[in-house]
């Protein structure tokens, strides 16, 4: 049992570049989030998924696009990548009507 | 919407003292306040939480406490050990089914 399953760990872009970061989970939970961490501002919330087929935005959703691929998958596409979004991303899940969330272990990106 | 506060930013202690994490939040329709603990280069995991029906909350080492009419809450860790260093995360929620905002987190530093 993975849990929550983030790729790739590392990354480094140039900026205007584009790149998918990956999460799949196998706990069989409805929702899903995206989170950026920033220094001294904790988590904040990019976009989510309380269920498979919808999604919708976070605190901070502009510069990112996501896709609930299936039950399982939820994935965030940066179109053009600026400086501004280098950051640590987490994904996380939880059951439906559930408030426990569960972590991945995170994607470090660095834009130049 | 919710915002929450959380202090110290950083907290060193001896080990085998106590540390003492703070958090206010502002939306008193706010019912569940979990605490998370991000060890170096990992996501972060929930370690405790408390509801809005309930005043404190024990595990072991670790406390949890809530005062809803002044709207803050409280982490105690007692006994500390080196492996109670890390960065915790206190958060808040008012939706049922798990949108967080989260405290900008707290490094807790335990010297030998």
């Known amino acids: 049992n993975a849990g929550v399953t983030q790729t790739p760990k590392f990354q480094v872009l140039k900026t205007g570049q584009s790149m998918t970061l990956q999460c799949a989970q196998d706990m069989n939970h409805n929702s899903m989030y995206w989170y950026r961490q920033d220094p001294g501002m904790g988590l904040r919330l990019i976009y989510y998924?309380?269920?498979?087929?919808?999604?919708d935005k976070g605190e901070v959703p502009n510069g990112y696009n996501v896709s609930r691929l299936n039950k399982r998958e939820f994935s965030l596409r940066l179109e053009s990548a600026a400086p501004s979004q280098t950051s640590v991303y987490f994904c996380?899940?939880?059951?439906?009507?559930?408030?426990?969330?569960?972590f991945g272990a995170g994607t470090r990106l660095s834009v130049l | 919407g919710e915002n929450v506060e959380q202090h110290p930013s950083t907290l060193s202690v001896q080990e085998g003292d106590s540390a003492v994490i703070k958090c206010t939040y502002s939306d008193s329709a706010s019912n569940y306040f979990p605490w998370y603990k991000q060890e170096l280069g990992k996501g972060p995991q929930l370690i405790i939480d408390?509801?809005?029906?309930?005043g404190e909350k024990k595990d072991q080492r670790i406390a949890v406490t809530l005062n809803k009419t002044a709207k803050h809450f409280s982490l105690h860790i007692t006994e500390t050990q080196p492996e109670d260093s890390a960065v915790y995360f206190c958060?808040?929620?008012?939706?049922?089914?798990?949108?967080?905002?989260f405290g900008a987190g707290t490094q807790v530093v335990v010297t030998p």
């Open positions: 996380a899940s939880s059951e439906k009507d559930r408030v426990i969330q569960y």
């Open positions: 408390i509801r809005s029906n309930v």
């Open positions: 998924s309380a269920s498979e087929g919808t999604t």
């Open positions: 958060a808040a929620i008012t939706d049922s089914w798990g949108k967080f905002q």
